[in-house]
């Protein structure tokens, strides 16, 4: 099992990364909490892990914080929640936000996120409300360092964030409505973490 991976962010995708550890090139899939967490390419990082073993893949997932990837395993262990829909859970809101969710039963706020219909978020707040108490008090250190890549084009940074959220299962007119009337100073990783906001209040 990989655990943690520390060395050169070699790139960034939305939702993928590329980490370089010794010379040899980790593919991770992160949340876009994560993502915007993360400093530059060329920048040494750190991320806790997570290892899913399929028959035809193994598939690599990095965290930020070891709370996020500790909901991340609470997240997968829900009847009917697999690592994509984890991974727009995630990226849909912080670790302490969903927990409050949960805990004030806001089926609303949930099902506002990709993939969580109504059933799905009343399965959440049923199976996920006894596993919070240990990390309500939980220090969420960031990792440190802000993102301070070079911007791309505008275009180019509107349909790089576009590709992420379709890819988090939002409809290609969802996404283009969820990023419309943004900035044009906002990086990849700023649209999409805008866009999300924007959803999520609603």
Not at 63 to 92: D, H, M, T, Y
Not at 140 to 160: C, K, W, Y
Not at 168 to 182: I, Q
Request: aromatic share 4%; hydrophobic share 45%; proline share 5%.
């Amino acid at each position: 099992m990989i655990g943690r991976l520390r060395g050169t962010l070699l790139d960034k995708q939305p939702p993928w990364l590329v980490i370089d550890v010794a010379g040899v090139g980790y593919e991770l899939e992160a949340s876009m909490n994560t993502l915007v967490a993360l400093p530059a390419p060329g920048e040494v990082v750190q991320l806790y892990t997570h290892l899913a073993v399929r028959e035809d893949a193994h598939l690599l997932y990095g965290f930020a914080r070891e709370q996020e990837r500790s909901l991340f395993r609470a997240l997968i262990k829900v009847n009917g929640v697999g690592p994509k829909l984890a991974l727009a859970i995630l990226s849909g809101m912080e670790e302490e936000q969903f927990i409050r969710c949960v805990m004030d039963d806001d089926i609303k706020a949930l099902t506002r996120l990709p993939g969580v219909g109504k059933k799905t978020a009343e399965r959440l707040i049923i199976e996920m409300r006894d596993r919070f108490p240990q990390w309500t008090r939980a220090t969420l250190d960031g990792i440190p360092g802000q993102a301070t890549s070079t911007r791309p084009t505008e275009a180019n940074a509107m349909v790089d964030a576009e590709a992420a959220l379709v890819s988090l299962g939002y409809k290609p007119t969802e996404a283009s409505r969820m990023l419309s009337g943004l900035g044009d100073e906002l990086s990849t990783e700023a649209l999409i973490k805008a866009a999300l906001a924007r959803k999520l209040a609603g």
